[in-house]
């Protein structure tokens, strides 16, 4: 089994490509989820054992942020985000097999964005009442259902197992950053976050066409609408109460 992790790590690293076709194993469903757990595990050591105030000396972090059952809780909000991530995924894929790309990229950042503007308004003294920015929440979101509903069940476990797999870039882009906090250079650690999206917005977009058929600028906006959208997913549990002020905040941290 970590063998197979192993290649199907590199795989990614080498070409998303065939990390996407290798995704239609059903075997490696398994090794995908260990690579998550590695990934999940990983940053949770990091950042438990990272300086509080490393890269940020005026971060507003509290000392106590360097107990591993904080950063434990923080690690536990992963799976349900990862699971967000994946249902909007698969809800753009449906979304933008059909139609005119031009219509469907106004549709799609017009959708993306209502959750957004319903967080700052609700967000503004006097703003909107907690009863309408959860039902706008929950209709934009449930929106997703019937696509949902529209994606071949033979479909979903390729993708999760994509989905899964490409965590394997973020748990090596662990070294970058491990080696700048040794070095004492905050420009690395910044440079190796960012550098870590574009090469997983780049790694999803070129296995999420081979997977699915999607030409890549549709493939590239269910990546990109997915992220902005699991962002949002993320808030607005904040705002609903659900998720700790201090976990979002060590959420957007890491």
């Not at 360097?66 to 992963?78: E, G, H, R, S, Y």
């Not at 696509?147 to 197992?161: G, K, M, N, Q, S």
Request: with cysteine; glycine share 8%; proline share 7%.
């Amino acid at each position: 089994m970590l063998s197979q992790a192993l290649r199907f790590c590199l795989r990614f690293v080498t070409s998303p490509r065939k990390a996407a076709q290798d995704s239609r194993r059903p075997e490696l469903l398994a090794p995908a989820v260990w690579i998550y757990a590695a990934f999940t595990l990983g940053y949770m050591l990091f950042y438990w054992l990272k300086p509080w105030d490393f890269p940020d000396v005026n971060a507003a972090f509290p000392h106590d942020t360097q107990n591993l059952f904080f950063w434990a809780k923080v690690m536990a909000w992963q799976p349900p985000l990862e699971a967000a991530w994946i249902l909007l995924l698969a809800g753009w894929v449906v979304f933008f097999r059909s139609g005119k790309l031009g219509l469907r990229m106004i549709l799609g950042v017009a959708w993306t964005a209502a959750p957004i503007v319903l967080i700052v308004l609700y967000a503004q003294k006097q703003g909107l009442p907690k009863p309408a920015f959860a039902a706008g929440t929950a209709l934009a979101f449930g929106a997703f259902y019937p696509f949902l509903a529209r994606l071949p069940r033979e479909h979903w476990r390729p993708l999760v197992t994509f989905m899964l797999g490409l965590n394997a870039l973020g748990l090596i882009m662990l070294a970058p950053m491990i080696v700048s906090v040794f070095a004492g250079s905050p420009g690395l650690f910044q440079f190796s976050q960012i550098a870590g999206g574009l090469w997983l917005l780049a790694a999803g977009t070129i296995g999420l066409r081979e997977l699915t058929g999607l030409r890549l600028p549709r493939a590239f906006l269910c990546v990109l609408f997915a992220m902005f959208l699991q962002i949002a997913f993320a808030f607005a549990l904040f705002f609903l109460g659900a998720v700790p002020k201090e976990i979002l905040k060590a959420l957007l941290y890491s």
